[in-house]
């Protein structure tokens, strides 16, 4: 496991707790980004490739 997998983790673990965030205080951007946040690190999970190049080939979908 390298570095970036772990922050893939650690990314996820952010995201969940901007969503949880976003359900409590009705935010629905901090929701949105919870889940962004959450898939990008569930993608750097599984890959290990650096958070600013996964968000690079998400925008270009």
Known sequence: MNTDQI???WNQIKG???QKYGVEMDDEEAFSEGKYDE???KIQEKTG???EDIKKEIDSW
Request: proline share 0%; net charge positive.
């Open 39 to 41: 898939m990008v690190g």
């Open 7 to 9: 922050k893939g983790k």
């Open 49 to 51: 490739k650096a958070k």
């Open 16 to 18: 969940n707790a901007k």
